[in-house]
């Protein structure tokens, strides 16, 4: 059996009912035998990245607690993304569901299939201001900075509006 490890996702929607796409994902998430949602931030909304020209997302972090390894847990959102009714589409295009694997403890991996950490987290307020708020002191492992050093030297101002929990 593997050993149980803590890792952080953001998890992303812009199409349709986003915040229903928010929830929909965290419970497929938490109904995974290997698989239990620690906690998540508050609902982030931003611009798109990457493709602009798009509705904007919302956007969570969850620490999730797991037994998977690195690829498995990969191979299992992607089924939920799919189960979500996901679609593919271009790269950075819109999408009812995006999970994400962003920290895995101090653990690095490149793969064809998975980067650790995700090798754009680092730039993308979407996802440090809410990592921030859950997991502060989290550090990268490659740059050595905490989550909210990493948060701290952008200027999301604008950029990352907070609109509430996820659950009122």
């Known amino acids: 059996m593997n050993s149980v490890s803590i890792v952080l996702l953001c998890l992303g929607s812009n199409m349709g009912d986003r915040l229903h796409m ?3 994902a965290i419970r497929a998430l938490d109904i ?10 508050s609902v982030y909304e931003s611009d798109a990245w990457g493709l602009t020209e798009q509705p904007k997302y919302l956007n969570i972090v969850v620490e999730i607690e797991t037994a998977l390894t690195p690829l498995e847990l990969l191979n299992s959102v992607k089924d939920m993304e799919q189960c979500l009714g996901r679609e593919p589409s ?4 819109p999408r009812s569901i995006d999970i994400d694997l962003i920290l895995w403890g101090n653990h690095c991996m490149r793969t064809p299939e ?5 090798e754009y987290f680092r730039d993308r307020a979407f996802v440090l201001m809410p990592l921030a708020e ?5 550090v990268d492992p490659e740059s ?5 050093a990493l948060a701290d030297r952008l200027d ?3 950029l990352v509006q907070i609109t509430g929990p996820l659950y009122s």
């Not at 290997?34 to 931030?41: F, G, K, N, P």
């Not at 271009?90 to 295009?93: A, F, K, P, Q, V």
């Not at 859950?134 to 989290?138: D, E, K, L, R, V």
């Not at 050595?144 to 909210?148: A, F, I, Q």
């Open 90 to 93: 271009e790269r950075w295009g």
């Open 156 to 158: 999301s101002r604008g």
């Open 114 to 118: 998975l980067t650790l950490p995700h």
């Open 144 to 148: 050595g900075m905490t989550v909210t």
């Open 134 to 138: 859950i997991a502060p002191a989290a």
């Open 22 to 24: 928010l929830k929909q």
């Open 32 to 41: 995974h035998e290997s698989i239990r949602v620690l906690r998540s931030s």
